[in-house]
């Protein structure tokens, strides 16, 4: 049953994360990093999925130090709300808190991988360089992954772009990544923009959703 609970990061602040036990065989724990939005039904319906496919899933509440509980519709009020609120928040906090989930989770299972989207996309990135012991990374049209692709990778990683996405150059930041990290997939979907993985109607693309979540899938149950 889902639940949200607290948790303490590495500066002893405990914040709130929405936590899901696997329906299935535990296969894991996978750590899921919302967007700008934060942890909105569209997040929580992803930990759900996670869930439901064998991994034990939570989402922290990376802004609970700025405003606890914080979500935003997806106007233009929420947007300036979410990026004020994501700029706000030091890197470092992010990746301690990070690492403080991936602690609760392996006292139940070796493995934990992490999946993000949009802010929740850069982090998911630069966890794979920053959170030790993460068994793999899957980064969803996360804006800073460009700009840190030469960071050094401790754990296998994939990255999804939206061919339509206005924010992010798709081919620049597959050129950049696959400078640095010639084996490591950048995936662009066609037709799909930015959010494709989030069912709001004006943002959702089925197709590239499900396929997304395959190949994160398999990089999860591989590592």
């Not at 750590?31 to 991994?55: N, P, S, T």
Request: glycine share 12%; with cysteine.
């Amino acid at each position: 049953m889902a639940e949200t609970i607290k948790i303490a990061g590495a500066d002893g602040f405990e914040f709130s994360a929405y936590h899901e036990p696997s329906f299935t065989p535990r296969k894991g724990g996978v750590i899921v990093i919302q967007e700008i939005f934060g942890l909105d039904q569209h997040v929580r319906a992803d930990v759900g999925r996670w869930a439901k496919m064998g991994y034990e899933a939570i989402a922290p509440s990376m802004y609970d130090r700025r405003e606890p509980g914080f979500t935003a519709h997806h106007d233009p009020d929420g947007i300036k709300a979410g990026v004020a609120h994501a700029m706000g928040t030091p890197l470092d906090q992010a990746m301690g808190d990070i690492a403080a989930c991936a602690a609760f989770l392996r006292t139940r299972g070796e493995k934990v991988c992490i999946v993000g989207y949009c802010y929740g996309g850069s982090l998911a990135w630069l966890a794979a360089s920053r959170v030790p012991g993460l068994a793999a990374a899957s980064s969803y049209y996360g804006s800073m992954v460009q700009a840190n692709a030469a960071q050094s990778l401790a754990c296998p990683a994939i990255v999804h772009l939206g061919r339509t996405d206005g924010g992010i150059p798709a081919d620049e930041v597959a050129k950049a990544v696959g400078e640095h990290h010639p084996g490591t997939p950048v995936y662009v979907y066609e037709g799909a923009g930015h959010g494709f993985n989030n069912e709001s109607p004006e943002r959702y693309n089925a197709e590239a959703a499900d396929l997304a979540r395959h190949r994160t899938l398999e990089l999860f149950d591989k590592a």
